[in-house]
């Protein structure tokens, strides 16, 4: 009977580690179900969610850095038709998007409307100096004005140039630069974000993800339109993906991001680049795609930005975007800083640039689970272009189109401690607890299984030794 009951007992005990080690089998599954079910509800935006809150609110602290590059040769370049030296000046730091949104408006449609304003606030101890230092540049107005108006009126154009004093380039400060200053030639406000302060971007509609989760986020209309109204093409007026704050959840980094920036008037995607940690949290880091601003002859897709057959040598320049056709007419290019990316003769017609990927290449760094881009830095480069007249004094001297560097920017924010601590406490900590307790379970059933098997084959031996 004794015999009995330890053989009994052991596979109970057995049959109890498997159902243990079942159990947490069971639970990877229905945790899994559990995180995944939570996540998706709280990464509605709507009022309540934690999506929400981030969201309507102004968010962690951006700042825009900027590098000016300081013109060391002016006259030379004007008399005698030497490339451009420059030496990089800064960063002037601006706190930006501390104001939160305005004119909320949630549709029947599950898309949700809203402006966001725009501001910006020196901050001296993140800066070289003051905003009061000056920059020897180009001129804003004389480069605009060379472009915009025809060559046959280029006579015009050199009679406003002399009786202002203007000249190919000029010494501003870099509040004037950024904010706008009056022109002595146009006698009106000229600046590289003028007007800036008390501005909108948007209207922007999107969608909550209350009916869809992968939708949250995603751009459903900009400035009341579901595509661009500047390239002339179905492709390259495509509004695709966010706005780059956030993405749907449970991202695959197998598949690239979408997101819209108004700045350079276009969608554009980011590919999956490694995992990193950040403040204990896994991020995936992504980075432009390489053949985001790729000439035409490399990547096809990009023939629809190519608009002046001229300047972009039969659109064969690589590593710039012409946004004249949304900056009102104005020979406005972006780029990477120091032309990072782009053909080389962009760096031999203005020597003093040196490209890195390292301090100069965007990227998001997004949590995966929640989709929220917890790190970024956005770095761009505002340029203009000028080249050879005939007619106007200051570019005789001239021997080709340039395009010239004026300021490269990094807007950028990252996840502080506090909001981190909040995060690894609501999500990492849970995950990671369920986690814990499955193994915990798994292994705990297995042993027991294996000891009180073990333990039965052991005991049955010998009670079957003392029978013979």
Request: aromatic share 12%; hydrophobic share 40%.
């Amino acid at each position: 009977m004794g015999c009995c009951n330890r053989r009994c007992g052991l596979i109970a005990g057995a049959v109890f580690g498997a159902v243990v080690a079942i159990l947490g089998g069971i639970l990877i599954p229905l945790g899994n179900s559990v995180i995944e079910g939570t996540v998706k509800k709280e990464a509605v935006i709507e009022p309540g969610t934690t999506a929400y809150d981030n969201w309507v609110s102004t968010g962690g602290i951006v700042y825009r850095q900027f590098w000016f590059f300081d013109v060391q040769n002016a006259q030379e370049v004007i008399q005698n038709g030497a490339s451009p030296m420059v030496v990089e000046k800064g960063p002037y730091t601006y706190r930006t998007r501390y104001l939160a949104k305005e004119n909320i408006t949630f549709h029947p449609n599950q898309t949700v409307s809203f402006l966001l304003p725009l501001g910006a606030i020196f901050e001296p101890s993140m800066s070289v100096g003051s905003d009061e230092d000056k920059v020897t540049t180009l001129n804003l107005a004389v480069a605009g004005a060379y472009s915009l108006i025809p060559e046959v009126l280029h006579g015009v154009l050199e009679n406003r140039i002399k009786s202002s004093n203007s000249s190919l380039f000029q010494k501003r400060t870099v509040n004037e630069l950024l904010w706008g200053y009056i022109d002595p030639m146009l006698k009106d406000n000229v600046g590289l974000f003028a007007p800036y302060n008390g501005t909108y971007d948007g209207y922007y509609n999107v969608y909550t993800g209350k009916e869809d989760i992968s939708k949250v986020g995603t751009i459903d209309l900009w400035q009341g339109h579901r595509s661009l109204r500047f390239w002339n093409d179905t492709y390259c007026d495509m509004i695709n993906g966010t706005d780059a704050s956030s993405f749907a959840p449970f991202v695959d980094k197998k598949k690239p991001l979408y997101f819209f920036s108004s700045d350079i008037c276009r969608s554009v995607s980011a590919g999956f680049e490694e995992s990193m940690d950040l403040k204990g949290i896994e991020v995936y880091r992504y980075t432009l795609q390489p053949n985001t601003l790729a000439s035409p002859m490399e990547n096809p897709d990009n023939q629809c930005y190519c608009k002046n057959f001229k300047t972009t040598r039969n659109c064969t320049l690589a590593g710039v975007l012409d946004v004249s056709v949304c900056k009102g007419g104005q020979p406005v290019y972006i780029s990477l800083p120091h032309f990072l990316h782009g053909s080389p003769y962009l760096r031999e017609d203005v020597r003093g640039l040196n490209p890195s990927e390292e301090h100069h290449a965007t990227f998001l760094d997004v949590e995966p689970t929640t989709g929220f881009t917890l790190r970024f830095a956005k770095r761009i480069q505002a340029n203009m272009l000028y080249g050879p007249s005939k007619v106007i004094t200051v570019l005789k001297k001239v021997k080709d189109y340039t395009i010239f560097p004026i300021v490269w920017l990094n807007e950028t924010a990252a996840l502080d401690d506090e909001t981190a601590d909040m995060f690894k406490k609501e999500l990492i900590f849970r995950i990671e607890m369920l986690d814990i307790i499955q193994k915990a379970l798994i292994g705990t059933g297995v042993c027991i299984f294996i000891l009180c098997l073990i333990s039965y084959c052991v005991v049955r031996r010998s009670d079957n030794r003392k029978i013979v």
